[in-house]
């Protein structure tokens, strides 16, 4: 029988700052989305998402409720999901998959006013594009430039 992790998302605490300060993430990944340290200290109307497997940080990302959402969206009750990413040593595990379908639970709860949470991913950062896109996320048609380059811009509807 499988093994299954616990896995689910939560507010960030500091006792895991040790953890999300020593991230471990491919050059080829890294070059795409930011490490949990640079994210660690936030604006207002920022929020720092854990996400854990088996009691560790194993995922992080950030939601935005701020003026930036306005280049991807309209919606005036959406929010930005940003710089997410999962430290190297739990990747291949199905952790951000069950992190990223467990989103719209923890929405409801967390950020109740939320409809939509957009997000914009780099045109050639494909298995980026496979993980939301499996996990309910659907594409706007919508592009934006990025940091890296062209990005999609897409859309998880929280009804």
């Known amino acids: ?3 299954e992790r616990q896995v689910r998302l939560t507010h960030y605490h500091p006792k895991y700052l040790i953890r999300l300060m020593n991230f471990q993430l491919p050059r080829e990944q890294a070059v795409f989305t930011s490490f949990p340290k640079d994210m660690i200290q936030v604006e207002k109307e920022q929020h720092r998402i854990v996400i854990v497997s088996d009691d560790e940080p194993a995922g992080f990302f950030l939601l ?7 280049a991807y969206t309209e919606n005036p009750e959406a929010m930005l999901l940003t710089g997410f990413s999962i430290d190297y040593k739990y990747q291949g595990k199905g ?3 069950s992190g990223l379908l467990q989103l719209k639970a923890f929405m409801h709860e967390a950020f109740p006013d939320c409809s939509e949470i957009v997000l914009s991913v780099n045109v050639k950062n494909i298995p980026a594009q496979r993980l939301y896109m499996k996990t309910g996320f659907s594409d706007t048609g919508r592009k934006i430039t990025g940091p890296v380059g062209e990005q999609y811009v897409l859309r998880l509807p929280l009804g």
């Open 95 to 97: 952790i951000a998959k």
């Open 1 to 3: 029988m499988k093994n």
């Open 64 to 70: 935005h409720k701020s003026e930036r959402v306005k």
